[in-house]
């Protein structure tokens, strides 16, 4: 489930809660997946992976990760993202662009800390996406971790990323093929509204 603090009234946001709500009763499942594409101007390479959508906070989009992952590097190298949902259960593809940043250590620490001391311990305990001898090294160090470290204090190498769109696009697929189209590019401060072909 995705959670919406204050949501943004603008019609991209007030267009995407609609389509939530749609899949939501449609029972869509993992409805919080998002594939996330980034480009590491270092190694010139593009790359995509799904993360949890936890929260739409006013216009924001957060999701939380490991501030070392390759995900991270390509973020701090350029910035500049394309995030994609697909809610299968409603026929529904949602592509955006923005540009992300990291949340506050602040905020981090308080999400941290309300959140599972399980999950917590994968978060202190996994060098994400480092070459591991073996899968049970990695429950041995999950197991350390749980049994040993401070399960409420945020370590400094993981935290959310939060983006603001620029650009929405909102597929919706039709049985008879004519599927939908609908834009929104923010230009100068404003939203800019088209379709477009499909
Ligand atoms: C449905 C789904 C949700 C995921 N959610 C997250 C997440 O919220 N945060 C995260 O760091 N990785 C998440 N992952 C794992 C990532 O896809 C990825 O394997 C990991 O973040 C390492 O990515 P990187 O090497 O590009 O940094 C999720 C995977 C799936 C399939």
């Known amino acids: ?79 500049q993202i394309a995030a994609l949902l697909y809610w299968s259960s409603i026929n529904v593809q949602i592509r955006m662009k923005a540009h992300i940043k990291k949340t506050s250590v602040e905020f981090n620490q308080k999400y941290f800390f309300n ?12 060098k994400q996406s480092k070459q591991i001898d073996s899968y049970s090294r990695v429950i041995e160090n999950y197991n350390k971790s749980f049994k040993n470290d401070d399960l409420k204090k945020c370590p400094e190498y993981w935290g959310g990323f939060s983006f603001i769109p620029y650009y929405f696009e909102f597929w919706d697929g039709h049985e008879s093929r004519i599927n939908k189209r609908e834009v929104f590019f923010k230009a100068d401060g404003k939203w800019r509204h088209s379709f477009l072909q499909p």
Do not use: T
């Open 115 to 126: 959140r599972s001391e399980k999950k917590n311990a994968l978060s202190i305990s996994s």
């Open 1 to 79: 489930m995705i959670k919406f603090n204050k949501l943004n009234q603008e019609r991209p946001y007030l267009l995407f809660k609609e389509k939530y709500d749609e899949a939501i009763d449609a029972d869509q499942k993992v409805v919080e997946a998002i594939s996330i594409s980034s480009f590491n101007k270092k190694s010139s390479e593009v790359d995509s992976r799904y993360v949890n959508l936890k929260l739409i906070s006013n216009d924001e989009f957060i999701f939380f990760s490991n501030y070392n992952s390759p995900k991270a590097s390509a973020f701090n190298s350029n910035n």
